[in-house]
T-cell receptor
Framework: NAGVTQTPKFQVLKTGQSMTLQCAQD?????MSWYRQDPGMGLRLIHY???????DQGEVPNGYNVSRSTTEDFPLRLLSAAPSQTSVYFC?????????????FGPGTRLTVL | RKEVEQDPGPFNVPEGATVAFNCTYS??????FFWYRQDCRKEPKLLMS???SGNEDGRFTAQLNRASQYISLLIRDSKLSDSATYLC?????????????FGKGTKLSVKP
């Protein structure tokens, strides 16, 4: 199993550009989520999904969209990139989203917005 | 009060030392507690869950104190490979991982 994969590993955008961060998992997990990690901050939840066709907002959803058309994939779209979105983005999955589940993280995407 | 607080460190310790980290949480309804490990420029990985009765995994011991609302991680006989940032993670209540709150992490550096 590849686990959780993310592409790209690095990305530089200009302000106003849009892009999609890809996330896929091959563990048949129902729950998937996106976090951002900034220096001096804990991981903050952007959006999450409890199953195909179901998504919900996390703590910091503004400027981001998600969809979940399959169990495996959970892309994160930046609609109009801003310098404040410079961060490291982690995708994670867990079997059912239960509070006691282990979360499995992807390797991250390092995004810089100029 | 911040939801999950950790001493950011760094904790600089020699090999073989015992080191302990604490983490406090603000929501008394929190149900689940974890320690994750994050190596530099890598993703977080689960180190251990924390149970009410306390639990041990080799050199690592985790404790939960609900009355005082803190969890702890004890590392015995530190190895160079233990150098990492340790993240305290708490569910803020409810049954969904949408409610997980991450601390900012405690950095540990083990020196030869």
């Amino acid at each position: 199993n590849a686990g959780v994969t993310q592409t790209p590993k690095f990305q530089v955008l200009k302000t106003g550009q849009s892009m999609t961060l890809q996330c896929a998992q091959d563990m048949n997990h129902e729950y998937m989520s996106w976090y951002r990690q900034d220096p001096g901050m804990g991981l903050r939840l952007i959006h999450y999904s409890v199953g195909a066709g179901i998504t919900d907002q996390g703590e910091v959803p503004n400027g981001y969209n998600v969809s979940r058309s399959t169990t495996e994939d959970f892309p994160l779209r930046l609609l109009s990139a801003a310098p404040s979105q410079t961060s490291v983005y982690f995708c994670a999955s867990s079997p059912s989203g239960g509070a006691g589940d282990t979360q499995y993280f992807g390797p991250g995407t390092r995004l810089t917005v100029l | 009060r911040k939801e999950v607080e950790q001493d950011p460190g760094p904790f600089n310790v020699p090999e073989g030392a015992t080191v302990a980290f604490n983490c406090t949480y603000s929501n008394s309804a929190s149900q689940s507690f974890f320690w994750y490990r994050q190596d530099c420029r890598k993703e977080p990985k689960l180190l251990m869950s924390v149970y009410s009765s306390g639990n041990e995994d080799g050199r690592f011991t985790a404790q939960l104190n609900r009355a005082s609302q803190y969890i702890s991680l004890l590392i015995r006989d530190s190895k160079l490979s233990d150098s990492a940032t340790y993240l305290c993670v708490v569910s803020s209540g409810g049954g969904s991982q949408g409610n997980l709150i991450f601390g900012k992490g405690t950095k540990l550096s083990v020196k030869p």
